[in-house]
Structures are given as C-alpha cells and as structure tokens.
C-alpha cells in the first residue's frame, strides 16, 4: 500500500519561501511508471494543481504559479519537496502530495497539511 504524508512548518511570513516534502513509503519514486504532484485547496476554493515531477525529474507547474514554484525529488530519501516563493496571504490553503497513476488519474493521497500565511 503506498502511503504518502506531508511535512512543513504551518505558519510562512509574508514574502518568504514556503518548504514542504511528501514522504513516500510501499513504492518507490523511482518507477517510471509514475508522476507526482502537489495540489492545493485554499479556504471556500476548488483544488489547485501546482506542478509535477516525473522520474526523469522533469517538471510541469501551473502557468499561474510557474515563476514562484519548485518541485525536486531525492531519491535516497524516496521523497519529493515544493518550494514556493515569495508567498502572500493568498497561499494559505491545504496543501496535498499526490501520485500520478500509469493512466493519468491520481491514485495516492497525502492527508494534506495546513499552511497559513500570515504576520
């Protein structure tokens, strides 16, 4: 059963750089078979997509977001990470790490964690 959990800190200061990584245990980030993603829900709004890390660590980000994000992998961890800079009020949402399936579809899930951005 693969498993995947999120991790970072909860709070962010305005203009600063939010961190977080996806852990992911019962299969490897490795396999070529797959892809993973970060989705975000912010407060009253539909899910986000963010971007995407293949195995071959090419990446796909949202236009929208594009200029302030970064999504990397470390293999000898079997985790991937998103970096997200210079974030506003505006990034407060729950942030999900998800696997890309073989047919497109997402078939794992973190729980997601919660991240305020605020003074």
């Known amino acids: 059963q693969v498993q995947l959990q999120e991790s970072g800190p909860g709070l962010v200061k305005p203009s600063q750089t939010l961190s977080l990584t996806c852990a992911v245990s019962?299969?490897?980030?490795?396999?070529?078979?797959?892809?993973w993603s970060w989705i975000r829900q912010p407060p009253g709004k539909g899910l986000e997509w963010m971007g995407r890390?293949?195995?071959?660590?090419?990446?796909c980000y949202s236009p929208s977001l594009k200029s302030r994000t970064s999504i990397s992998r470390d293999t000898s961890k079997n985790q991937f990470s998103l970096q997200l800079s210079s974030v506003t009020p505006e990034d407060t949402a729950v942030y999900y790490c998800?696997?890309?399936?073989?047919?497109?579809?997402?078939?794992?899930w973190g729980q997601g964690t919660q991240v305020t951005v605020s003074s």
């Open positions: 998800a696997r890309v399936g073989a047919t497109g579809g997402y078939d794992y």
């Open positions: 890390i293949a195995t071959d660590d090419s990446t």
């Open positions: 019962g299969g490897s980030i490795t396999n070529t078979y797959y892809a």
